[in-house]
């Protein structure tokens, strides 16, 4: 099993530096591992784009949340952030994002409770549970300085077909965050990081358009990520069509502008698994 990092970063001047002007499109996370981002080239022009094939998709919270977050808190922050993807208002025409009102994505993500379970991990035998969870102390990382969140998506090799994701926050104490109000310039909004975090759950990559939601750069004491743009929009109705279309035993995933259909057969969804892991950082 094969591990990749993609990292996040939310330096102002960094992100004034490479965040293009020019309007842009959504990007999907690829099965190419190798892919990494420029101005020139923001999507992965390769691999088979990540998908979930089911209709409804369930997360867990760990139980112990944080000294920082309440377990109610988190669980309202995480379930707010879900129903902002699969209730957008999708674009009438998907392939020029245009128009609006014409159904919303074609999954369901649902809230299924607390877990004991504390570490991001995939085994493959039926008892995986996609965990949102925190870590106050000890992040398992070498980065607990800069990085923010970690999610971590399992998915096929050949497919791009998604069998685990999982969410990771670093609520160290340095790492103050704030999860209703206006936040200020030293405290980091817990509700923008999951909005971000919970696109790369459902197969989203960085968007090259400084107002998306999916933006590489978050800028501290911002809530501006709390809500989708209307690019976020066009690139979670792509990867879920409001039709969905099913054949071969799996659902045909959305088509990206540029980008390849998702067209798999119930024997080719079954093929091996890779890890890929993104960086949300300060």
């Known amino acids: 099993m094969r591990r990749t990092s993609l990292l996040f970063a939310s ?6 530096l490479l965040a293009p002007s ?9 099965t190419d ?30 139980k112990e949340a944080s000294a920082q977050v309440s377990l109610a808190d ?9 129903e902002h993807w699969t209730h957008a208002s999708c674009p009438t025409d998907l392939a020029t994002c245009g128009g609006s009102g014409d159904g919303v994505p074609s999954i369901t993500v649902r809230d299924a409770g607390d877990t004991a379970v504390h570490v991001a991990q995939y085994k493959g035998d039926g ?3 996609n965990v949102i969870l925190y870590w106050d102390a000890g992040w398992p990382y070498s980065d607990v300085d800069t990085t923010l969140a970690l999610t971590t998506v399992t998915f096929g090799a050949d497919s791009g077909r998604i069998v685990d994701a999982d969410i990771e926050i670093n609520s160290d104490p340095a790492h103050v965050l704030l999860t209703a109000g206006d936040p200020t310039k030293s405290v980091y ?3 923008s990081i999951l909005q ?7 197969g989203l990559a960085h968007s090259p358009l400084a107002e998306a939601t999916m933006n590489a750069y978050y800028q501290r004491g911002s809530i501006s990520m709390r809500t989708l743009s209307a690019d976020d929009v066009c690139g979670i109705c792509n990867v879920y069509p409001p039709t969905v279309i099913e054949g071969g035993g799996c659902a045909i995933g959305g088509e990206a502008p540029g980008g390849a259909i998702a067209l798999l057969s119930l024997g080719l969804c079954a093929l091996g698994v890779v890890r890929r892991r993104a960086r949300h950082s300060q």
Request: proline share 9%; glycine share 2%.
């Open 11 to 16: 330096a102002l001047a960094l992100a004034a």
């Open 22 to 30: 020019a309007a842009s499109a959504y990007c999907r996370t690829t």
């Open 33 to 62: 591992e190798t892919f990494q981002p420029t101005v020139a080239v923001p999507c992965a022009p390769d691999g088979a784009p990540l998908w979930w094939p089911l209709a409804s998709v369930d997360f867990y919270l760990n």
């Open 74 to 82: 988190t669980r309202a922050a995480a379930d707010t952030a879900m």
């Open 127 to 129: 008892t995986d549970e």
């Open 189 to 191: 909004d817990l509700p």
């Open 196 to 202: 971000h975090e919970t696109g790369h759950f459902l």
